[in-house]
């Protein structure tokens, strides 16, 4: 069984500083995907950011990126020029491919200090 | 292009009432369908998936049931909540490898 693990509650940062929310996972697969999410206090669940287990770059997205080690199953999301609009529940997850199931972690609480 | 949706957004139901959560997504077909549930201070929790119409798999013992009457229709049932039952009730499909996620609905069982 697949497991993800956020060991931080909570962080908090100041405003365009840079902070980076920390996940590990536990799988036996070799092919699948791993995912930050954002849940904002509207509930809605948005993507932040997608890496595939076979690309050895990591993914960016604007001020996200993302420090995959697949060695050490390691999937951490930086943040960069943090901006009070980035404060949420960020959630990591893992996906196989087999039936699209996605794992979460318990999420991590970030706030932005202005 | 493809949306989902559900509702209703907000229920307080008594305890031993009957629930039923609906998720409908437009713009696909075949879809695989989740239902994730979200207890306070806590992660998602899957609860059912179905790859189609009349095929659920349930990840957890619960008071739940789920239903897929149609191809992009997915229901959340139960004859009788518990107060453990209340929580953040989201409805997910999936895009190539990815999830989307409907815009949830609050149950809280008195």
């Known amino acids: 069984a697949q497991t993800v693990t956020q060991s931080q509650p909570e962080m908090s940062v100041q405003e365009a500083e840079t902070v980076t929310l920390s996940c590990t996972y536990d799988t036996s697969e070799n092919n699948y995907y791993l995912f930050w999410y954002k849940q904002p206090p509207s509930r809605q669940m948005i993507l932040v950011i997608r890496?595939?287990?076979?690309?050895?770059q990591n993914a960016t997205e604007n001020r996200f990126s993302v420090n995959f080690q697949k060695a050490a199953k390691s999937f951490s999301l930086k943040i960069s020029d943090s901006q009070l609009g980035d404060t949420a529940m960020y959630f990591c997850?893992?996906?196989?491919?087999?039936?699209?199931?996605?794992?979460f972690g318990k999420g991590i609480t970030l706030s932005v200090r202005p | 292009s493809q949306t989902i949706h559900q509702w209703p957004a907000t229920l307080v139901q008594p305890v031993g009432s009957p629930l039923s959560l609906e998720c409908t997504v437009e713009g696909t077909s075949n879809p695989n369908l989740y239902w994730y549930r979200q207890a306070a201070g806590r992660g998602l929790q899957l609860l059912f998936y179905?790859?189609?119409?009349?095929?659920i798999s349930s990840e957890v013992p619960q008071n739940l049931s789920a239903s897929r009457p149609q191809d992009r229709q997915f229901i959340l049932s139960s004859k009788k909540l518990l107060l453990s039952d209340s929580g953040f009730y989201l409805c997910a499909w999936n895009g190539v490898g990815e999830l989307f996620f409907g815009e949830g609905s609050r149950l809280t069982v008195l």
């Open positions: 179905s790859v189609g119409i009349g095929q």
């Open positions: 890496q595939e287990a076979y690309k050895q």
């Open positions: 997850a893992f996906m196989t491919g087999a039936n699209s199931k996605l794992t």
